[in-house]
């Protein structure tokens, strides 16, 4: 059975840093495509982050994020990460992690509906 569980999130501070983790558990995370997404309130979960399983374990940011946070994966341990630096109160969300059913993430590596596994969030709140 799919299991993801983060953990890492926190109140920080304007510019501050934050590491998100995710463990997964009932599959492999380098033979999934994998995803970090956040969601504030109603409005529509963004993702932010992906990590494919394909040849070149290629990734993707979203342009909110570009050059601020960082996705790795640790395959010895089944965890995937989430590194995220220069914080901002834009940023301050609930984060999840979430895993594509099969294989590779294909063209949509950002897309909430290319993911059918999902971690229960955990709340980053960045202060001014």
């Known amino acids: 059975q799919v299991h993801l569980v983060e953990s890492g999130g926190g109140s920080v501070q304007y510019g501050g840093s934050l590491r998100l983790s995710c463990a997964a558990s009932?599959?492999?995370?380098?033979?999934?495509?994998m995803g970090w997404f956040r969601q504030v309130s109603e409005h529509e979960r963004e993702g932010i982050a992906s990590?494919?399983?394909?040849?070149?374990?290629?990734?993707e940011y979203a342009d909110s994020v570009k050059g601020r946070f960082t996705i790795s994966r640790d395959n010895a341990n089944n965890i995937l990460f989430l590194q995220m630096n220069s914080l901002k109160p834009d940023d301050s969300a609930t984060y999840y992690c979430?895993?594509?059913?099969?294989?590779?993430?294909?063209?949509?590596?950002?897309?909430?509906?290319?993911?059918?596994?999902w971690g229960q969030g955990t709340q980053v709140t960045v202060v001014s």
């Open positions: 009932g599959f492999i995370v380098s033979h999934r495509c």
């Open positions: 990590f494919d399983s394909d040849s070149f374990d290629t990734i």
């Open positions: 979430a895993a594509r059913e099969f294989g590779v993430c294909g063209g949509a590596r950002l897309s909430p509906t290319s993911f059918s596994s």
